[in-house]
């Protein structure tokens, strides 16, 4: 029973053009969400978070949209670069403010 | 800082055997956790605590135990190394908030 959905587990995107990864969740009660990003034989590294009570959160070429009635969310990169290739994970906060729950992940490769 | 560090990088254990995976955190942060993670899925929290001498279960705390000592470490132990825990481990910390950061990971092999 997963609470957070990454539905694509793979996407590719030409060098220059806009990435679009998506995430779902079941549970509203969670009041953060982030998205972290993670290079092979390395630990995820936090990279932008939205608070539920907001629909878009932007820093530089990131930008995470979120739509609390339909439960999904979305990170934007513009534009894309060939160093963006990494596994994307969506995490959302519970319990609290104590505990995360992540998604599966989704692979971006951005093609020269 | 190191931040999160980690230790082993890599083991292989039969099954069985025990052992501990070592987490040190030099940024006085209040907040550790452990995860494990699949191939093709997402991290699954294992357990957490909230500072020292507190420690919680998260989802998928069977066949593991944690102590929480002093502040900077969180050792996660297996005592019956089983198949099921073959796994990369990942250790993270918080000061207070939303975001964490982890350790590099250590991949453990049970066979």
């Known amino acids: 029973d997963q609470q957070v959905k990454q539905n694509s587990p793979s996407l590719s995107v030409q060098e220059g053009r806009i990435s679009i990864l998506n995430c779902d969740y079941t549970?509203?009660?969670?009041?953060?969400f982030l998205w972290y990003k993670k290079y092979p034989a390395e630990g995820p590294t936090f990279l932008i978070s939205?608070?539920?009570?907001?629909d878009k959160n932007e820093d530089g070429r990131f930008t995470v949209f979120l739509n609390k009635s339909a439960k999904h969310l979305s990170l934007h990169i513009v534009p894309s670069q060939p160093g963006d290739s990494a596994v994307y994970f969506c995490a959302a906060r519970g319990n609290y403010g104590q505990n995360f729950v992540f998604g599966p992940g989704t692979r971006l490769s951005v093609l020269p | 800082n190191a931040g999160v560090t980690q230790t082993p990088k890599f083991r292989i254990l039969k099954i069985g055997q025990s052992m501990t995976l070592q987490c040190t955190q030099d940024?006085?942060?209040?907040?550790m956790y452990w995860y494990r993670q699949d191939p093709g899925m997402g991290l699954k929290l294992i357990y957490y605590s909230v500072g020292a001498g507190i420690t919680d279960k998260g989802e998928v705390p069977n066949g593991y135990n944690v102590s929480r000592s002093t502040t900077e470490d969180f050792p996660l132990r297996l005592e019956l190394a089983a198949p099921s825990q073959t796994s990369v481990y990942f250790c993270?910390?918080?000061?207070?908030?939303?975001?964490?950061?982890f350790g590099p990971g250590t991949r453990l092999t049970v066979t």
């Open positions: 940024m006085n942060h209040n907040y």
């Open positions: 993270a910390s918080m000061r207070r908030g939303i975001e964490q950061y």
């Open positions: 549970n509203s009660m969670f009041d953060y």
């Open positions: 939205i608070s539920s009570i907001k």
